[in-house]
């Protein structure tokens, strides 16, 4: 049976006070409902395809368990230059950040 190929992003999800503060800021700015669908987030992965779910979801799973919570020190807020109104806010460089995406990075390039 052949598989079907499917799009994923990897996102971490932002929790507490950034989240409320960035949820204000999408307010004032009356950013489009669609722009918001999976909430306030960090994208660790860009788009990528995989026909293979249940591998994907058993090494991700391996690799985020071995990385205790973490906190991050949130930049300024911008926009993107395009025609919607799509906000961000920088993520200050962290060590566990980077070898959490390396470690992400890895798995995903060999897919």
Request: proline share 5%; glycine share 2%.
């Amino acid at each position: 049976m052949k598989r079907e190929r499917r799009s994923f992003l990897l996102a971490l999800m932002i929790e507490g006070e950034a989240r409320d503060r960035l949820t204000s800021i999408q307010n004032t700015f009356r950013v489009p409902a669609w722009t918001s669908r999976i909430g306030p987030h960090i994208t660790l992965e860009q788009p990528f395809t995989t026909d293979d779910v249940w591998r994907l979801s058993r090494q991700l799973t391996l690799v985020t368990r071995s990385f205790p919570r973490f906190e991050l020190e949130l930049g300024r807020v911008e926009q993107f230059n395009n025609a919607c109104v799509v906000i961000y806010q920088q993520v200050k460089p962290s060590e566990t950040l980077t070898r959490l995406y390396r470690a992400v990075d890895i798995l995903i390039s060999n897919k």
